[in-house]
Structures are given as structure tokens and as C-alpha cells.
């Protein structure tokens, strides 16, 4: 889809995207986290930036090179990722492509936590539910993205959850992302979604590498704000 590319498609706009995993401290030496490599949203910030946007890519703890051009802001647990996001505002175009973690422990203890003959057999973990980044942001009062894009990644009933999120996290679109098959989503280099929006039908795209499908997915997006290419 790289032809269908318009190189000015975004120009003057502010993009805010999240990607990679977060990571949820248990103590000073362990924490909580998802195999999430970051590659999707760092496709898309590299052509939403190849698009003529300003992007900010809040990102967890991930294993890849910024894109050119791209303002990139590290951070490691979900909280610091709603913090940063919060700054990044005012954006024009929100991408929430992170994979949070939807829980952290109720507790981070201070220091390395020990083995103690109160806990031969084993442990609880106790858990307390994280911010959803994207749905506060997509419901801020006064300062909602005009347009907000989520992910939703499965594993069975697809479409069924995603048009569930995209009603419930107030979205104009999102990405839905079969990640029952092994050989494509999180880890992979390839990977094939499906479009929903509010009004249109589904859009099913090709199986393709995220570079390619980030550009088409930021074509549509262009679209969806009246910048037809
Ligand atoms: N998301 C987020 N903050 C969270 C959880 C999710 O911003 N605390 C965003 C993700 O970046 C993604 C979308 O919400 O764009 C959907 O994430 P997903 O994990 O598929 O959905 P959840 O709402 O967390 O529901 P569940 O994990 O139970 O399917
Ligand atoms: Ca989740």
C-alpha cells in the first residue's frame, strides 16, 4: 500500500500515539508485563511523521529505534503512561496502540521480596485495576483528541469486542487485531486487521508488514478527517 501513500497527508497536525507494553513493579527487582514488542505503534509514528505530523510516541519499555522526527517520551508503568499522555495534550490525533497492563499490585514493596516459611506453598499477588489511558483521554472533557483510535487485541470474538470498545472507549475507530494466530500481532513483523468506524462497514486489510499497514492505516485516518489524499 506504500503508493497509496500521501506524503502530506497529516501536515500541521499534533499525533499522540502509545506503544509497547507497560511494566507493573512488584518490587525493585520484578514487575508485571505482556509480550507486547512496541513494532506496531512505532510503524505508525514513523508514518504519521512521514505524513507531515508532529508525533509524540509515549512508550513503554521496548527494543526499537525512534523513527525520524518523532518526539519520544520513555516510560515504564501505566500511571507514568497517563501522566505523559496528559502532557503531550492538546493532539489533534490519538493512537492508542500500547498494550497496558490492565492491573498493578496493590503494593510495590520497598525491598526485594523474600522467601519466608509463612509462604511455603506459595503467594498472593494482590491486584488493583490500572487507568484506561485511552478511554479517559477519548473522554476528556475539554480536551478529547478530535479524532481517537484504539486497538483491540483477541484472541475469539473479534468484531463482537471490538465494536463493544469502540462504543464503550467513545472512538471514532479501531483496530482489531486477531492475536489468536501465532504467526501474526504482537511479537510478528506482519500483521492483518480489520477497520471499524462508527458509520462504515468493517474494513478487512491484507495480511502486510506494519510498516506498510501503518501507512494505510494513517491514509484512513487522513481520510476520516476529511484530508483525502
Ligand atoms: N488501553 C489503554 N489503557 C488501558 C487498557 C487499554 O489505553 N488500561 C487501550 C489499548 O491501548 C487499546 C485499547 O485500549 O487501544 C484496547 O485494549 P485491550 O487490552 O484490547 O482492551 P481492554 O479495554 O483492556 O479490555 P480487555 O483487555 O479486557 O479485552
Ligand atoms: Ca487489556
Redesign the pocket.
Known sequence: AADCFESRLLDGLHLLI?AGPTREAIDPVRYISNHSSGKMGFALAEAAAEAGARVTLVSGPVNLRTPDRVQRVDVVS?LDMLTACEAALPADILI?????A?YRPAHVSDSKLKKTDDNQQGMRLELVR?????ATLAMHPNRRPGLCV?????THDLLR?ASD?LQR?NLDLIIANDVSQRDIGFNSDDNRVTLLSRQQAPQHLELASKASLARHIIRIIGEHIGRTA
Open positions: 502509545t501505566a492508542a496502540s500500547a498494550a497496558v490492565d490500572n487507568p484506561d489511558i485511552l484504539g486497538f483491540a487485541a483477541e469486542y470498545k472507549k
